[in-house]
């Protein structure tokens, strides 16, 4: 099912593959295939996407995790999609921060697989990410991209499935460094990558693959001056563009190409038409951007409501398991004043751990296990170390139970261990915690959590 899902053609998508891709998502459900349900979903955003219906491609997008599709058994390929889209969903509202996090939460993950396909299509996404701020690490991972990219080619062993859409994303790696290396004036290498993507474009019939090409083609002859050369290849990305991906990305991209290529050579017709052109594309973009923030707003609403439930939740099940705890150990205190009493000179009990020595080992070990247990035996043993939490700050269950792995004193690499996450996750987390918690820049966040009770 997910290869069908993969043979898709995502080029010329629309209305008639989504509904197509309806249909396949229902067998899955069907089955309880959830990876094939939430890649069906990416896919759907994906093409909204590209028809530049934002509202609709954040809706998709959503309801992988509103529908509860990902848990600990998911396929790494769906979680990999899924920061993949949430990166480009929040490079769309201008939120670069967002978007960089969401790209760090699967490069290390991505790299350890092995897998050619995901080290090429992450390092592609990194070297996007410096493209603005560092020239020389965007080289240094689309160079990483590109050799990962043929490795994928190449298939040796037959270790991958070649379909479509992979190869001709695999294809792109040539175009992109030809780009990298014009914007860095590095024109002869630059030559090299674009005459390979433009040998490389004619392999596979893609519609993306040719908008791609043609547009960094563009750029280059531009940039050397062969005017013919670049109005011939910008005009086969703009009538691309304009057919087949109405997202602003692509068509701002080659507007701006088109742009500058009638500045440098004074035609004030073709400049005032294209200005005019990339006005419109903005206005229509802002548009899009309200409609998508909206979206934002509306889901962080939810998310605070929905952190306010499990707040009176976590108070009541913290009130109800101190309340157990008190009646436990008034029953326990009883029964054994009653009982030796009457037996004072008969107990004779071999040594045995304390009853917080032996609660205290337990709890460690539901920790390293990771056990949904965990935090509810925690609560007994620290009854007071979430509410004096939540005082500081509103968390989710989530984060309140990571911070009872820190007071436990567990270090970042046993967290990481333990959750089954990367050690950059774990440095995340605290950092966000900092944050959230106000802890001070130069006092250590072990520190912070053991004046805590205090």
């Known amino acids: 099912m997910k290869n069908i899902l993969f043979d898709i053609d995502f080029s010329g998508a629309g209305p008639k593959e989504i509904e197509k891709i309806d249909s396949l998502i229902a067998v899955c459900k069907k089955d309880s295939y959830n990876d094939c349900v939430a890649l069906g979903y990416l896919k759907i955003a994906n093409i909204y996407d590209k028809m530049n219906d934002t509202k609709k491609s954040f809706y998709y997008i959503n309801k992988v995790e509103n529908e509860n599709l990902m848990n600990s058994d998911t396929d790494f390929e769906v979680i990999f999609y899924v920061h ?9 509202l201008g939120e670069r921060v967002a978007s960089f996090k969401e790209l760090d939460e699967i490069y290390d993950k991505a790299m350890k697989t092995g897998n050619a396909y995901f080290i090429y299509m992450i390092n592609r996404q990194y070297a996007d990410k410096y493209i603005e701020t560092d020239s020389k690490l965007s080289l240094k991972y689309s160079k990483i991209a590109y050799k990962f990219s043929k490795i994928y080619r190449e298939n040796k062993g037959n270790h991958y ?67 013919e050369q670049a109005q011939y290849y910008l005009w086969i990305a703009k009538n691309i563009a304009k057919n087949y991906f109405k997202s602003e990305n692509y068509q701002i991209a080659v507007g701006d190409e088109l742009n500058a290529l009638y500045e440098s050579i004074g035609q004030k017709d073709s400049i005032g038409y294209y200005s005019n052109w990339l006005v419109g594309i903005e206005k229509v973009n802002r548009e899009q951007n309200q409609t998508l923030n909206d979206a934002v707003d509306k889901q962080n609403e939810l998310e605070n409501s929905n952190r306010k439930k499990e707040t009176k939740k976590l108070f009541f099940i913290l009130s109800l398991s101190i309340a157990a705890c008190l009646l436990f150990i008034f029953l326990f205190l009883y029964y054994y004043r009653k009982h030796k009493s009457k037996n004072l000179d008969k107990i004779d009990i071999p040594h045995q751990p304390s009853v917080d020595e032996s609660a205290f080992k337990e709890l460690i070990q539901l920790a390293k296990e990771n056990n949904p247990e965990f935090l509810t035996r925690f609560n007994e043993y620290y009854p007071h170390f979430s509410e004096e939490l939540l005082k500081v700050s509103p968390l989710k269950i989530s984060e309140i139970r990571f911070c009872a792995y820190i007071y436990l004193n567990f270090s970042t690499k046993e967290i990481a261990e333990y959750t089954f996450t990367s050690v950059r996750t774990v440095q995340t987390k605290k950092y966000n915690l900092r944050k959230k918690l106000n802890i001070p820049g130069d006092m250590d966040i072990y520190v912070w959590f053991s004046k805590l009770l205090k």
């Open 84 to 92: 993949l889209q949430k990166s480009f969903l929040y490079r769309k």
């Open 161 to 227: 499935r070649i379909d479509k859409n992979r190869l001709s994303n695999s294809y792109k790696t040539s175009a992109y460094l030809g780009g990298i290396y014009t914007d860095l004036n590095k024109l002869d290498s630059a030559r090299i990558y674009i005459e390979e993507a433009i040998h490389n474009e004619k392999k596979v019939d893609d519609i993306s693959l040719k908008y791609i090409t043609s547009l960094y083609a563009g750029r280059y002859f531009r940039v050397i001056k062969n005017v």
